[in-house]
């Protein structure tokens, strides 16, 4: 953000003190991501993870937009990034530039993502010239699931190779970090010591010179599937259960509401809300 971290800000972290990076969907856990993230990136999973969509494929510019305004409302010193989703990019430069354009006028981000590695070449340069940021997204593309026959490991022996072009191609256009996805420890390892600037793994490497994760994810919010990747640093999904079964029991018992959740006829207006 301006007056928090900026782009040279996380350059400037190639090789120091890990980037800690996470996603958020909406202001309240924007403004918790913020508490203790570099980078909040309001990542295309959202579709996945909130609107209960198969793939991000079906992911729009409008949704994108919606969410990004939220996350801004709660991100004051963390570097705001927001992906460019599926279809909003890939035809030319020039559509890259209207719809990136689109996203940082209406959200205030600081950064674009999107995915691709030497085919987004001029892309990524044509957009950095003109003014945004881009962060690259290489290795395990989740717009290219269908290409991949699914959400596979990317780079394993002769496909390294494809995967290290990819990263010096968004390094040459500009790119000002790169997110390596799902890749082998080692490939992950050695493109980070050849790049002059920040990768960010998930699924990579420790080596990597920051580290993102979807938040429902750590959190144990999103159960639908868990990749190998995913630590679990608590299990709120397991939480939220247990807390709407004891609800629903209260209710059908007449337990909930009780005396102190209910209002008398002698209160005073100001009362109203009061505990
Ligand atoms: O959409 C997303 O959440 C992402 C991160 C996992 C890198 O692209
Ligand atoms: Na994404």
């Known amino acids: 953000a301006i007056g928090g971290t900026s782009v040279p800000d996380v350059i400037a972290r190639k090789g120091g003190v890990p980037l800690i990076c996470l996603t958020a969907y909406t202001t309240p856990i924007a403004a918790l991501a913020d508490r203790h993230c570099d980078v909040v990136l309001v990542g295309d999973s959202v579709g996945m993870v909130l609107h209960g969509l198969p793939s991000t494929l079906s992911v729009t510019l409008d949704m994108m937009i919606l969410h990004g305004k939220a996350v801004r409302r709660g991100v004051e010193k963390a570097l705001l990034v927001v992906d460019m989703p599926f ?34 070449r001029d892309t990524i340069g044509f957009l950095t010239a003109r003014g945004i940021p881009v962060m690259a997204h290489i ?3 989740p717009q290219a699931v269908n290409l991949f026959g699914g959400y596979k490991v990317q780079g394993r022996g002769e496909a390294a190779d494809r995967i290290r072009r990819d990263a010096r191609a968004v390094t040459q256009a500009g790119a000002f970090s790169v997110v390596l996805e ?5 490939l992950a390892r050695n493109i980070t010591a050849e790049l002059s600037i920040p990768t960010i793994g998930i699924g990579a490497s420790p080596a990597c010179d920051g580290q993102i994760l979807v938040i429902d994810d ?15 640093y608590a299990e709120l999904g397991e939480a939220a259960d247990k807390a709407v079964a004891a609800y629903a029991e209260e209710v059908r018992e007449r337990r909930f509401p009780d005396d102190s959740h209910v209002f008398g006829d002698g209160e005073a207006p100001s009362g109203e809300g009061a505990a």
């Open 87 to 120: 279809s909003s990019y890939e035809e030319s430069p020039e559509q890259a530039f209207r719809n990136a354009a689109r996203m940082m006028a209406e959200t205030a981000c600081d950064a674009v993502k999107l995915e691709g590695g030497e085919n987004m």
């Open 182 to 186: 799902k890749v082998p420890e080692s």
């Open 218 to 232: 750590m959190l144990g919010m999103f159960t639908a599937f868990r990749p190998k990747f995913v630590k679990r």
């Open 139 to 141: 290795g395990l593309t």
